[in-house]
Nanobody
Framework: QVQLVESVGGSVQSGGSLRLSCTVSGRTFMGWFRQAPGRGRVIVAAISWSGRNTYYADSVQGRFTISRDNAKNTVYLQMNNLKPEDTAVYYC????????????????????WGQGTQVTVSS
């Protein structure tokens, strides 16, 4: 059974930065999703097991970076130049291993989910 533990989010002003982390047991591809108030959950970024393949939603491209350190069983989401519209509950998610380079933006392909952490960006 894969277990995910997310770091605590936080509150920052517009233009600020935050880094989220997620510890994961097991060999998985990973993703970060977010859910803003009154909206559905959407993909933010995804990464393969090897870390060599990544995906970013258009809304965060160039501002967010997903990475992983498999020696530490940890996946990171570095968020720079944050905007008020980035305010949401952020979830890390893991999918069962499908090869070193597999990654996906499809929420349905993820098997395990973290508890979610609040990120608030004020203007």
């Amino acid at each position: 059974q894969v277990q995910l533990v997310e770091s605590v989010g936080g509150s920052v002003q517009s233009g600020g930065s935050l880094r989220l982390s997620c510890t994961v047991s097991g060999r998985t591809f990973m993703g970060w999703f977010r859910q803003a108030p009154g909206r559905g959950r959407v993909i933010v970024a995804a990464i393969s097991w090897s870390g060599r393949n990544t995906y970013y939603a258009d809304s965060v491209q160039g501002r967010f970076t997903i990475s992983r350190d498999n020696a530490k069983n940890t996946v990171y989401l570095q968020m720079n130049n944050l905007k008020p519209e980035d305010t949401a509950v952020y979830y890390c998610a893991a999918g069962n291993y499908r090869g070193s380079y597999y990654y996906t933006s499809n929420e349905q392909e993820y098997d395990y989910w973290g508890q979610g952490t609040q990120v608030t960006v004020s203007s």
